[in-house]
């Protein structure tokens, strides 16, 4: 079912899922998107090499397979091949492991889009899986709040980097407003929904937080995780600056984390947690400031400080764009 921004002007909506030996995942995800309340035209998954039976439950679930070698996969260059390809106007990227909350998921995210034609982006309200572990639902919580959001360039001088803050594991994009910025930058640790959202907003258009647009979708990082995860985050904004230039560091938001975490599991009654939650922090905040110094450091050192350790095999810079076409 197609859905009209204005009489006589229907959009059709593509579904996007990168995926990679998920098949248990993508079972309830592709079972879960044919009761929704709004139904796609297209659901389109592009695996990388699944080793499992990825491929055959998309197959199942009817959806349309691309398949790309594993070494072919980037974060910003599978999801632009992905939007290319696509034959939708508005383009719904989900990764394998979010499960929607209710009927109205897709619906929700889309609305915003619909109501308006200078919002070009929206991402929905992801809330901490079954069986998070309370750290973790935490972050979640922190991360994407209950009341919704309008964001644009100018909330920049109030937001700093929050501005640019969204994720591609369920988000939505106008596909001609993505295209005018050529779509997701390639090579990049990860963080390509980031960069779109900063350009989107450098052109002048709207992004919107959907906060009634809600999946399940959480990870319970070991301390050891956590901290290659906040590494690869320093090495990100290292070396995508303009977004820190353009819109601004984090302002005081770590300090908001810390007080707002210690209350949360004071509230809980976790008071053994806190002690833990403390030395999260410290372990996040070296590897962040040693992602942010990367190109001192050797690079096999580098791979094992990453979440993403095949990136680093073409040095401090990760893959030229020639080496992540598809």
């Not at 260059?77 to 939007?83: D, E, I, K, L």
């Not at 990082?221 to 320093?234: H, K, P, T």
Request: net charge negative; aromatic share 10%.
């Amino acid at each position: 079912m197609a859905i009209s921004d204005r009489p006589g002007n229907e959009m059709q909506i593509s579904v996007i899922i990168p995926t990679k030996n998920g098949a248990e995942q993508l079972r309830e995800l592709l079972a879960s998107l044919k009761i929704q309340s709004l139904q796609p035209d297209q659901v389109l998954v592009i695996d990388s090499s699944s080793s499992d039976s990825t491929t055959s439950v998309a197959r199942e679930y009817g959806a349309e397979l691309l398949e790309i070698e594993e070494r072919q996969f980037d974060h910003g260059g599978t999801r632009s091949f992905g939007a290319q390809t696509a034959r939708g106007d508005i383009l719904i990227f989900l990764t394998q492991d979010i499960l929607p909350a209710d009927q109205n998921l897709l619906e929700n995210l889309v609305a915003p889009l619909r109501e308006s034609s200078d919002i070009c982006l929206s991402y929905a309200r992801q809330l901490p899986s079954f069986n998070a572990t309370d750290i973790a639902a935490h972050l979640r919580f922190f991360n994407y709040p209950e009341q919704p959001e309008i964001r644009a360039f100018d909330d920049r001088t109030r937001l700093g980097l929050q501005c640019v803050f969204t994720s591609n594991s369920c988000s939505a994009y106008r596909k001609s407003s993505l295209k005018e910025i050529g779509y997701f930058e390639t090579g990049l640790i990860f963080g390509e929904d980031s960069c779109a959202a900063g350009r989107l907003l450098e052109n002048g258009l709207r992004i919107a937080y959907a906060a009634d647009a809600r999946v399940y979708h959480s990870h319970d990082y070991s301390i050891s995780d956590e901290f290659c995860r906040y590494f690869d985050i320093g090495v990100f904004h290292t070396n995508q600056k303009w977004l820190l230039d353009l819109y601004g560091g984090t302002g005081g938001r770590g300090l908001d984390y810390v007080r707002s975490g210690c209350s949360y599991l004071a509230k809980r009654r976790r008071y053994g947690l806190i002690g833990e939650f403390m030395v999260r922090v410290v372990f996040k905040f070296t590897a962040y400031r040693l992602g942010c110094m990367h190109r001192k450091l050797p690079t096999k050192l580098c791979a094992k400080m990453s979440l993403n350790s095949n990136w680093w095999d073409n040095g401090p810079d990760g893959p030229s764009v020639e080496q992540q076409e598809i």
